[in-house]
């Protein structure tokens, strides 16, 4: 109903005597009461909120994902610091003890690190106090590896996919951090249940919907369930009965349908007012739900939709991709790279070194 009296859509044909009556998906409002006669209600539906499949989140650094990155500094702190540990305590034998040193900081340090990527030790120690310390070591590291390991089993095996929009709890944090832009059908039953709504959920919900451009919120309904695909980051609220079957039109692997509802919609045909078949169709209706048979239809409809349009969602992924492990082989090359780096600068240093070993070596021989 506008403002002028006037009534728009199906209702507006049946107000204006177009048509006799209006069999259609119709929520029962107050507003539209007042231009038609409504027979019983024949179903009760619910709102949910209907957007595009959510993506894979990047994996490019999954090997990474099992450990927060607090925890991960604190393993490198670890290692470097048990290195100089082992350093000094060596340092410390060789003083009081005169027992032989267990290597170079870099060269224990290094060993240390093998230990925690499960690749053994190489370094040989004699004394009980050198031993406690790498008791306490190796069952660090043998904790950090189990955990690791099955951690990152569990996160290959399932991908994890970027957080749906479910709710309307969901919505601020999804309009407002993550760019997605609220719809709804325009002039709507839907639109009217935010606009009006004084206070809670509801009033919160409507300040989210982009008032600046109305067009970007508020579309027409038929046109709806294709802009979710087309546009990027766009929620759309809609009748619960009305997301299910358009999404299995358009492939119902490509939707998420909010697993909340809210607000039931009573649906009913739309009768010119006085109509004098509006008793016989209540009669009719009774009968076709106390019989079950609107269910029944509904359930058959579905089931021919999907049939005519199975379900392509992809099977749960068994093998490994390369998308999973990209960091490994990332630090691999890293490593490569590196490693060419460190050995033109030794190649230089050793250059230096062997040119001073000349002139040294003239100068003495200079004075001899």
């Avoid at 959510?54 to 610091?81: C, D, E, H, Y």
């Avoid at 340090?109 to 050198?130: D, Y």
């Avoid at 190649?347 to 040119?355: A, L, S």
């Amino acid at each position: 109903m506008q403002p002028d009296g006037t009534a728009t859509g199906v209702v507006g044909m049946v107000l204006r005597d177009e048509i006799n009556v209006a069999m259609a998906h119709m929520a029962i409002t107050k507003t539209r009461a007042m231009a038609a006669d409504f027979t019983h209600l024949y179903y009760q539906d619910t709102i949910t909120i209907i957007s595009q499949a959510p993506t894979i989140k990047n994996r490019t650094f999954a090997v990474f994902s099992p450990f927060q990155s607090m925890v991960w500094g604190l393993i490198i702190l670890s290692i470097l610091s048990l290195g100089l540990i082992l350093r000094v305590l060596s340092n410390l034998t060789e003083y009081c003890l005169e027992q032989e040193s267990i290597g170079t900081l870099q060269a224990v340090t290094f060993n240390i690190f093998r230990s925690v990527i499960n690749q053994g030790n190489q370094i040989s120690v004699a004394l009980w106090s050198h031993r406690c310390v790498f008791f306490a070591w190796y069952s660090f590291c043998l904790i950090v590896y189990a955990l690791y390991s099955g951690t990152l089993i569990a996160v290959l095996a399932i991908p994890p996919y970027e957080k749906p929009v479910d709710s309307l709890t969901d919505l601020p944090r999804a309009v407002k951090h993550e760019g997605y832009t609220l719809g709804t059908s325009r002039l709507s039953m839907m639109e009217f249940l935010f606009k009006y709504a004084t206070e809670g959920i509801y009033k919160d919900t409507w300040a989210l919907f982009n008032h600046k451009d109305r067009d970007q919120s508020f579309v027409q309904g038929d046109l709806a369930y294709k802009l979710v695909l087309e546009r990027d980051k766009f929620l759309y609220i809609s009748p619960s009965l009305r997301a299910k079957t358009e999404a299995m039109r358009y492939g119902i692997e490509r939707f998420h349908i909010g697993r909340d509802t809210f607000s039931s919609m009573w649906i009913g045909y739309a009768c010119a007012i006085g109509a004098p078949f509006k008793d016989e169709f209540n009669r009719l209706i009774l009968r076709m739900i106390q019989a079950g048979l609107i269910i029944k239809w509904k359930e058959d409809e579905l089931m021919k939709m999907k049939k005519a349009r199975p379900d392509k969602t992809p099977p749960m992924e068994r093998p490994i991709k390369l998308i999973y492990l990209q960091a490994a082989f990332y630090m691999l090359f890293l490593g490569y790279i590196i490693s060419t780096f460190v050995f033109l600068l030794e190649k230089i240093q050793f250059g230096i070194c062997k040119t001073k070993s000349a002139q040294l070596k003239g100068k003495a021989a200079e004075l001899h």
